[in-house]
């Protein structure tokens, strides 16, 4: 089967390719396009972060007395997915532990990721599935990366990103890969004015983020609404040195604390999924042309 499928509705199309389950195209009614093109500056469009994100202390997974070597993001954005569902509006996506798998994970999985395309935009569903007789420890994460400018003829700082809800719980930033101490938000009131220097310092992380969607605006401009249910922590970031791209990252886990080196499965923002049971957890975007 082709490594690609393409999926329609409402007047939106979409791209999805097996390797990484990842969306690789976002197209509204006149053909514009509002994803990356995973150029050089990140060669990725929308990458599936699991078993964690971002970065563990040494890049070393340690459970019951075993170090095992995970990097950044985890796996599955570089595994290819099985193809469960080819329709004209719906894609669906599984990957299953295996040997592979294990050598880095010590846990069975299923993760299964469905897209579907209609007149509300596209909707992103992950579930995973736990088949093994023991709890599976994991974190869960969105990468999708939006054109920024979201127009040729934009600038930049002509972009801001507006939030659902009042965020009073700082920013995090951070230090050497992991996470750094919360301090002053850069948000005025609900609203994130977007400019190149605002990620000198890598990504924004706000954990336990109140807002279940952000618009991501320009003036004179289009827009695009990105939300989410089932994740609890929401990620910004480009390039520090400068891209034509904007992530906005639903999330569930951070990268570990800055000092935190223990037990994965204590590890904060982990999530303990019991045998037999599931979880699913859902981020869509609408377009606003």
Not at 80 to 108: H, I, M, N, Q, V
Not at 117 to 125: I, K, M, N, P, Y
Not at 178 to 204: K, M, N, T, V, W
Not at 222 to 239: C, F, I, Q, T
């Amino acid at each position: 089967m082709t490594g690609r499928h393409d999926i329609a509705g409402g007047g939106l199309f979409a791209t999805i390719k097996a390797d990484g389950a990842e969306l690789c195209g976002l197209r509204g009614a006149d053909g514009t396009e509002y994803l990356w093109d995973a150029g050089p500056e990140w060669p990725r469009h929308a990458p599936i972060l699991f078993p964690i994100v971002g970065k563990l202390a040494e890049d070393t997974l340690r459970h019951q007395g075993h170090a095992h070597r995970m990097t950044q993001h985890g796996f599955a954005r570089d595994r290819r997915f099985a193809w469960t569902t080819r329709e004209a509006g719906r894609a669906g996506l599984a990957l299953e532990d295996d040997a592979e798998s294990r050598a880095l994970f010590p846990f069975a999985f299923r993760l299964e990721v469905d897209y579907a395309a209609s007149a509300a935009g596209l909707r992103c569903t992950v579930t995973v599935r736990n088949p093994g007789a023991s709890a599976l420890f994991f974190s869960l994460g969105a990468h999708p990366a939006f054109r920024w400018p979201l127009r040729p003829d934009l600038a930049k700082e002509a972009h801001s990103l507006f939030f659902a809800e009042n965020e009073s719980g700082g920013v995090h930033y951070l230090s050497g890969g992991l996470l750094g101490p919360a301090e002053a938000s850069p948000l005025q009131e609900r609203a994130l004015p977007l400019a190149p220097g605002l990620f000198a310092r890598d990504a924004l992380i706000f954990p336990g983020v109140a807002s279940r969607s952000v618009r991501y605006a320009a003036k004179g401009g289009p827009a695009l609404v990105v939300s989410w249910e089932g994740y609890r922590d929401l990620g910004l970031w480009s390039k520090p040195d400068g891209a034509d791209f904007l992530c906005i990252e639903p999330w569930h886990g951070t990268a570990s604390p800055a000092g935190w080196d223990g037990e994965f499965s204590r590890k904060p923002g982990v999530i303990a999924l019991p045998p037999g049971a599931s979880r699913a957890f859902t981020w869509s975007v609408a377009i606003e042309a």
